[in-house]
């Protein structure tokens, strides 16, 4: 195994904060494996590269030798986390929570290695519990404790319900820490309450207490609010190499930072020496976010499909050509020209006619290469090239 602060350095890397960094160390200082957590509620069927932030630490620490454990919250899943919510989350089904876990084990092992991730669900122990284990595990925590957590708080001064299931949550999340005995929890910063509740039922429980690494929210394309695919600025892990390739060449210069530290393989060396580089001119930032984009890429769809994506960003963006590629769509004409934003819409450009609206009169349609700026215009029956921003193309066919 690395020399411990060697792999504490590793740990900490793009950390938003570490509890505690000597109590990590001294368990690195024994010289064993140290069992690693982290918990993923499957409450969505999809996942984006600002997920895989936590996924990128596990597999650090898999790569140090240590055991990984990705939790699936299929019985929390059924309560909903109430982190951050200013009001009681709708549950999901177990049908739900079912189907969207089994998408999420099939997406993890593009960054885990599955042989060596161990997968549990905590309805494995928890939907076994009887009632008087319940009673008590709620026995270690008080509502005080509780009401100390700012969205109970705000909800509770402001008279919101607040339901007693959404006790149980972190209730549940820091048991599974007892049950799994984890040395490590990782996390994202929304979750800082619902750790410390493990390390203070594991003190409980006369475990010692596990260390806590909190990692940030990624910021999503516009560089300011959080990644989320209700937003629109996000990455997917699931799309097309092209469309992933063209998103991360568009963000910032800092932003394109900041996602090495947090997302790319290279070492803590490597990436002071980028920074460096970048900041001296020694290294232009457009070639270091194609290095960055190829890198993503392949990841997720393979080097040839990389490499194609690159050839492709480099004739649509730098040379202006179209893409080699373009997906043809047949339209059923109706009599007489129609109306462009039925047409983006059938053709899969625009979710509605109102987005497509959007789009026009904010000048991101071309027709041929030619701006459209009325949202009211009609096109006569024909063939046609369509293109929404810069990236996203359709051949329109009769």
């Known amino acids: ?13 793009g950390a938003a904060e570490v509890i505690t960094p000597g109590e990590i160390l001294k368990k690195l200082e024994r010289g064993k494996p140290l069992r690693v957590k982290a918990g993923f509620d499957p409450t969505a069927p999809d996942i984006h590269i600002g997920h895989t932030v936590l996924l ?13 454990i990705f939790l699936i919250g299929d019985f929390t899943g059924m309560i909903g986390d109430p982190s951050g919510k200013s009001e009681t989350r709708k549950p999901l089904t177990r049908e739900e929570v079912a189907r969207n876990a089994a998408t999420y084990k099939a997406q993890i092992f593009k960054v885990l290695d599955a042989e060596k991730t161990r997968v549990e669900f905590n309805s494995s122990w928890m939907a076994s519990m009887k009632a008087e284990e319940f009673v008590r595990l709620s026995g270690h925590y008080t509502v005080a404790r509780m009401l100390e957590r700012e969205d109970f708080r705000q909800r509770f001064q402001n008279q919101s319900p607040i339901g007693i299931h959404e006790f149980f949550y972190p209730l549940i999340q820091g048991y599974d820490s007892v049950f799994l005995k984890a040395d490590i929890e990782l996390g994202g910063t929304d979750q800082k309450f619902n750790l410390i509740v493990g390390r203070e039922l594991q003190k409980s429980y006369g475990q010692e207490p596990q ?7 990624l910021e999503g394309l516009d560089g300011v609010k959080k990644m989320s695919k209700s937003l629109g600025n996000y990455i997917g892990i699931t799309e097309p190499a092209a469309e992933m390739f063209g998103k991360i060449m568009s963000v910032t210069d800092d932003l394109m930072l900041r996602y090495y530290e947090l997302l790319s393989h290279i070492s803590n060396e490597e990436l002071g020496r980028l920074r460096e580089a970048v900041k001296t001119g020694a290294v232009h930032p457009m070639e270091a976010k194609m290095a960055l984009a190829l890198e993503i890429a392949e990841r997720y769809h393979g080097r040839q499909e990389a490499l194609k994506a690159r050839a492709e960003f480099e004739h649509v963006f730098r040379k202006k050509e179209l893409p080699d590629e373009i997906p043809v769509h047949k339209l059923s004409w109706e009599e007489g020209p129609m109306w462009l934003p039925r047409i983006l819409k059938l053709s899969g450009l625009a979710s509605s006619t109102g987005e497509a609206r959007r789009l026009i009169t904010q000048g991101g349609v071309k027709i041929n290469g030619r701006r459209v700026s009325d949202p009211d215009a009609k096109v006569p029956e024909g063939s046609y090239i369509l293109a929404v921003g810069k990236r996203r193309f359709v051949k329109i066919e009769p």
């Not at 260390?211 to 929210?217: E, N, R, S």
């Open 211 to 217: 260390g806590i690494v909190l990692m940030p929210l």
């Open 56 to 68: 990128e630490k596990m597999r650090q620490l898999q790569q140090l030798g240590h055991e990984i």
């Open 1 to 13: 195994m690395l020399e411990p602060r060697k792999q504490l350095e590793i740990i900490e890397r």
